[in-house]
């Protein structure tokens, strides 16, 4: 099977929750490997880009506030099948629909505060790793 990468964030809720090594530890578990990491706090004029895909939804402004409540960890993960693994680790968008031991089951409250955020296909994995990383910043294993 390829090697493929996703694209993660650690949400400003989890992050808050002093998580973070919890989560990752999930991953790296699981067979998926870190290769790049950033903690950062987004700007609201960021938070509007990366979900400029939701931009007419009735959530998107609680979206955006959420997002840049706090600190999120933007993260490249790689592995097989990498996109898929990772959405089945995080568990429904939902944490009262989250299969039990998935992230969001374990870690979230609410649909709108949900932990995590996983690439939904390998095409949106793509453009969300350019909007975070530049080339030299993602150390993959294979290189
Ligand atoms: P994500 O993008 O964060 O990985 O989550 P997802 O694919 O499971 O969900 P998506 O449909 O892409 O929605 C993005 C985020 O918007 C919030 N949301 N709120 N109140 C609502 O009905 C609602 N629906 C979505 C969630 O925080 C979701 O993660
Ligand atoms: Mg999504």
Redesign the pocket.
């Known amino acids: 099977m390829a090697i493929e990468r996703t694209f993660s964030?650690i949400?400003p809720d989890a992050v808050a929750k002093n998580v973070i090594g919890e989560i990752v530890s999930r991953f790296e578990k699981n067979g998926l490997r870190v290769v790049a990491s950033k903690l950062l706090h987004l700007s609201q004029e960021q938070a509007e880009g990366f979900?400029a895909v939701?931009k007419e939804?009735?959530?998107f402004n609680?979206?955006v506030k959420?997002m840049i409540s706090g600190p999120i960890v933007a993260q490249v993960l790689e592995g097989e099948n990498a996109v898929l693994k990772n959405r089945e680790l995080?568990g429904?968008?939902n944490p009262k629909d989250a299969a039990p031991g998935t992230i969001r089951a374990d870690f979230a409250e609410s649909?709108?505060?949900?932990a995590?955020?996983?690439?939904?296909a390998q095409e949106t994995a793509k453009e969300e790793i350019a909007y975070f990383f530049t080339a030299d910043e993602i150390h993959s294993r294979t290189r």
């Open positions: 964030i949400k979900y939701h939804r009735p959530f609680d979206l959420f995080m429904a968008t649909i709108d505060e949900n995590v955020h996983g690439s939904d």
